[in-house]
């Protein structure tokens, strides 16, 4: 059973940058996808970044690009999302999650495994 553990949610200012931390257990990351979603109030769940085991490709939403960047530390099992020149639009609660094979999906539904969530709140 994979378990994974989000961390490093906060609140900071516009401009500022948070890196998150998904702790994967059950399985190394030689084997699993890891993606990043979030969720703001009242809007939809969306995919904003993912790093697959397969060939290590990346994905980024649009909006994140040049901004966010996805890293895996294999030592750790974790896999880390560094957001930098963050906007209240980046609020949200970031989820990180699992497919149940190593290579990455758009839909949220191919995901079988979440983290908890942790808070993101960028804010003045």
């Known amino acids: 059973q994979v378990q994974l553990v989000e961390s490093g949610g906060g609140l900071v200012q516009p401009g500022g940058s948070l890196r998150l931390s998904c702790a994967a257990s059950?399985?190394?990351?030689?084997?699993?996808?890891i993606g990043w979603f979030r969720q703001a109030p009242g809007k939809e769940r969306e995919g904003v970044s993912c790093?697959?085991?397969?060939?290590?490709?990346?994905y980024f939403l649009d909006s994140v690009k040049g901004r966010f960047t996805i890293s895996r530390d294999y030592a750790k099992n974790t896999v880390y999302l560094q957001m930098d020149s963050l906007k209240p639009e980046d609020t949200g609660v970031y989820y990180c999650?699992?497919?149940?094979?190593?290579?990455?999906?758009?839909?949220?539904?191919?995901?079988?495994?979440w983290g908890q969530g942790t808070q993101v709140n960028v804010s003045s």
């Open positions: 790093i697959s085991s397969s060939d290590g490709s990346l």
């Open positions: 059950g399985l190394t990351l030689d084997y699993l996808a």
């Open positions: 999650a699992a497919p149940p094979v190593p290579v990455c999906f758009d839909s949220d539904g191919a995901y079988d495994y």
